[in-house]
């Protein structure tokens, strides 16, 4: 009866184990990070005025930013206001979620998010690959952003991820990307904002 207990509970925790894993490591959707006409094609004269802009795929207007050159001013803005605990956690804030859950109960709707950036970029992406319409934020489609931050923080360090949010983000007016927006609002690039501009 033991010995049976035994191997029952190390069969759970190897199912378990096996679970766990193919969350973090198993496949991304294909095609998910295909940035193929990601970014506007802009023609200048000999002094860098703007002549004409060709927008990027879906009619927007894109400039990236490397991972490696990301300004330290719009990094720290960024994680301020959208995810403060982004460089200890792997994809999920489970305080974050807790937060979100006790919120919403007491308030009898919930309104507020736990999402990571992590969480973000993969709600981004997958709206990048949606052909139609998004649909509803249901609970399924909150796990398997989940599912995907785990395993996009297994395939990335936190600059690249942080990168890829802050290319992927809309800033409106057809905007995409801090890089582009920083150029229309503030005349200048990202490296140049000021922190009040990065805020």
């Not at 991304?28 to 990070?33: M, R, S, V």
Request: with cysteine.
């Amino acid at each position: 009866m033991k010995t049976r207990r035994l191997a029952w509970c190390a069969g759970a925790l190897a199912l378990l184990s096996a679970a766990v894993v193919w969350l973090r490591i198993g496949p991304l959707p294909a095609g998910l990070l295909d940035f193929t006409g990601a970014e506007s094609t802009v023609i200048v004269d000999r002094t860098g005025e703007v002549l004409y802009e060709a927008r990027a795929d879906g009619g927007s207007r894109t400039a990236l930013l490397r991972a490696d050159a990301l300004p330290p001013s719009l990094v720290a803005a960024t994680v301020a206001a959208e995810d403060h605990r982004f460089w200890s956690h792997h994809g999920i804030d489970p305080l974050a979620t807790a937060r979100a859950v006790a919120r919403g109960i007491r308030r009898r709707h919930f309104s507020e998010g736990g999402s990571t950036i992590t969480q973000q970029v993969a709600k981004l992406l997958l709206a990048r690959r949606a052909a139609s319409p998004p649909e509803p934020r249901g609970l399924a489609t909150k796990v398997r952003e989940a599912v995907l931050a785990l395993r996009l923080e297994h395939r990335f360090d936190k600059r690249e991820i942080l990168a890829l949010y802050l290319n992927l983000a809309p800033y409106g007016n057809q905007l995409v990307g801090a890089e582009r927006a920083s150029r229309a609002y503030f005349g200048c690039g990202a490296a140049l904002l000021t922190p009040a501009q990065a805020a």
